[in-house]
């Protein structure tokens, strides 16, 4: 099996060691495609909409997007972690985001994207670790991905790996190393389920679609959503 990573920063710190742990039993026998942020997309958005207007390959950035984009569309399995940077993912995560904004459903979400399954781990030092998944749970649930794990951490008394009581590294790596041992389980030829909340939003933004075809046919959205049936009765998800 396949799997992308994509760290919120670069720091081998707590971050890093949960992600460590989530990952131990799958290093023997998984292809694993690891980024860090930012080195790995090290720039901002700037707002020029070309990706918006069917020209994602024109971005400025699109060495850096295009490449992730293509780890992220063959993994069968996508993990992304972050610490929380005031109650949020970090801003290296948060513009590695943005610059997939062209793939959320309202604009040309990809079709391998229904069926895959994703890891979120996050932790804080006291708050804010729930804020931080959440930010980047609503890309992926935007993106079409419907079964997302999350776990989150809070630290409580210190922030340094090597400081923190073992009992406290004991019960977080353990709760990630049962996740991975159930994610392990999983047949991942077969595609995830697609949620009622994922089908819904494909079906507003569908109507959305339709209305905005009748205006202009010759609109970016709508013809990528007409070219693959989607406006009519295919859908992008197999269960
Ligand atoms: C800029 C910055 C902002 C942070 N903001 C928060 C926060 O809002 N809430 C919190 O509980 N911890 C916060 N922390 C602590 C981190 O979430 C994290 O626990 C700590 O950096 C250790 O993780 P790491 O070793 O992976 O970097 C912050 C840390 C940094 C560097």
Redesign the pocket.
Known sequence: MKITVING?E????????KEAFLDSFRNDAEITEFYLPRDCPNFCAGCTVCFRGNQHLCKDAVYVQKIEKALLEADLLVFTS??????T?GAMKAMLDHFGYRWMPHRPAKEMFGKRAVII????????KS?AKDIHDSLSWWGVSYIKTCSF??MSE???NKLPDKKKNEMTGKLKSLASRMRTINYTKPAHTNIKVKAKFMAVRMLQQSLGKQDPGYTDYKYWHENGWTENVRPWKR
Not at 11 to 18: A, D, F, S
Not at 83 to 88: E, G, L, T
């Open positions: 920063c720091k081998k710190g707590v971050t890093y060691r949960l610490p929380a940077y005031v109650f949020h970090t996050t932790q804080c030092l006291g708050a804010g670790a931080t809070k630290l922030i340094d790996w």
